[in-house]
């Protein structure tokens, strides 16, 4: 079945940037729609950036639309999330998502059926 495994998470300071990775396997037709999503302890995970894997088309959540871009890499065995003036906000595990079936909101957890390890952002001010 699908694997996900993200990489990339560290510390950076608020204004940096970083971009976590996200290599997938398994079925392309298990992963129509991918996404990443952000929790934190206590909090609800929630949706940061998804992208339609056969269209290119991609939605973002209010709060980070302008500073983060989710891409695929050609073959769309890799995801990525370039994130740039970043904010203690930011700060979470960021999991990466995948889905055969594009029902549902882009930016809600309960739309994915695969999901990785998650990788640390924690962005200081």
């Known amino acids: 079945q699908v694997q996900l495994v993200e990489s990339g998470g560290g510390p950076v300071e608020a204004v940096g940037s970083l971009r976590v990775s996200c290599a997938a396997s398994?079925?392309?037709?298990?992963?129509?729609?991918m996404g990443w999503f952000r929790q934190s302890p206590g909090k609800e995970r929630v949706g940061v950036a998804a992208?339609?894997?056969?269209?290119?088309?991609?939605v973002y959540a209010d709060s980070v639309k302008g500073r983060f871009t989710i891409a695929q890499d050609n073959a769309k065995t890799t995801l990525f999330l370039q994130m740039n003036s970043l904010k203690p906000e930011d700060t979470g595990t960021y999991y990466c998502?995948?889905?055969?079936?594009?029902?549902?909101?882009?930016?809600?957890?309960?739309?994915?059926?695969?999901w990785g390890q998650g990788t640390q952002v924690t962005v200081s001010s």
């Open positions: 998502a995948a889905t055969g079936v594009i029902g549902g909101g882009p930016l809600t957890k309960e739309s994915y059926n695969y």
């Open positions: 398994g079925t392309s037709y298990s992963r129509k729609r």
């Open positions: 992208i339609y894997s056969g269209e290119g088309r991609t």
